[in-house]
């Protein structure tokens, strides 16, 4: 199992960026998928989950409605629209999914165990 994130980058305040999620091995829509992010010397932080089948979407209250997630199954990719997007937004972004398809996971860190490799996000003037 591979989950390959992408899409960060340097943007300006305001500024809005899109990650991709892509998968090998397993087929995303049949597993919850979770996005996260950890800030140098910060804690993981889980920022949106998309439910396993039915495609419920679950956000951190933090966001404040500026971020979006969705999936495109014939792709296998899972994707997080970010906008408006802040200074405090500048972390390391990460998907991942659960080792088992049934798993119910939320926006705990201790509920996924497949984990991309992350992509950078850098918010600055």
């Known amino acids: 199992v591979q989950l390959q994130a992408s899409g960060g980058g340097l943007v300006q305040p305001g500024g809005s960026l899109r990650l991709s999620c892509v998968a090998s091995g397993l087929t995303l829509y049949e597993y919850d998928v979770g996005w996260f992010r950890q800030a140098p010397g910060k804690e993981r932080e889980g920022i949106s989950r998309l439910g396993r089948l039915d495609g419920d979407k679950f956000y951190a209250d933090s966001l404040k409605g500026r971020f979006t997630i969705s999936i495109d199954s014939a792709k296998n990719t899972v994707f997080l629209q970010m906008n408006d997007l802040q200074p405090e937004d500048t972390a390391v972004y990460y998907c991942?999914?659960?080792?088992?398809?049934?798993?119910?996971?939320?926006?705990?860190?201790?509920?996924?165990?497949?984990w991309g490799q992350g992509t950078q996000v850098t918010v600055s003037s």
């Open positions: 991942a999914t659960p080792a088992i398809r049934s798993v119910q996971a939320g926006l705990d860190p201790y509920d996924y165990d497949n």
